[in-house]
Nanobody, 125 residues
Framework: EVQLVESGGGLVQAGGSLRLSCAASGFTFDDYAIGWFRQAPGKEREAVSCISNKDGKTNYTDSVKGRFTISSDNAKSTVYLQMNNLKPEDTAVYYC??????????????????WGKGTLVTVSS
């Protein structure tokens, strides 16, 4: 059974930090790209960051560049999203998802294959 389980969300003040984790199982982790997406209330889901477990390449949406860092521990089949200098506009449910195409720059282009259930991040001003 494929599972992606997010954790690490919570309430934090603006300027603070959180680290999200995405624990994966049930598929060949090393062959996939793993992406973080978020959906704020009343808004469409957006891609935040992605990492290829094949070559370690990463990409980020412009609004989080320099503040968020994605990393992967292939031995633990876990992807992390370190979020620093959080802003109220980062408030959203954060989801991780797996892309069998495995290329960070094209993360989600052909659709993500598996999704987690999400973790809520709330940033207070």
């Amino acid at each position: 059974e494929v599972q992606l389980v997010e954790s690490g969300g919570g309430l934090v003040q603006a300027g603070g930090s959180l680290r999200l984790s995405c624990a994966a199982s049930g598929f060949t982790f090393d062959d996939y790209a793993i992406g973080w997406f978020r959906q704020a209330p009343g808004k469409e889901r957006e891609a935040v960051s992605c990492i290829s477990n094949k070559d370690g390449k990463t990409n980020y949406t412009d609004s989080v560049k320099g503040r968020f860092t994605i990393s992967s521990d292939n031995a633990k089949s876990t992807v992390y999203l370190q979020m620093n200098n959080l802003k109220p506009e980062d408030t959203a449910v954060y989801y991780c998802a797996a892309d069998r195409f495995g290329v960070a720059a094209l993360c989600g282009y052909y659709g993500m294959d598996y999704w987690g259930k999400g973790t809520l991040v709330t940033v207070s001003s």
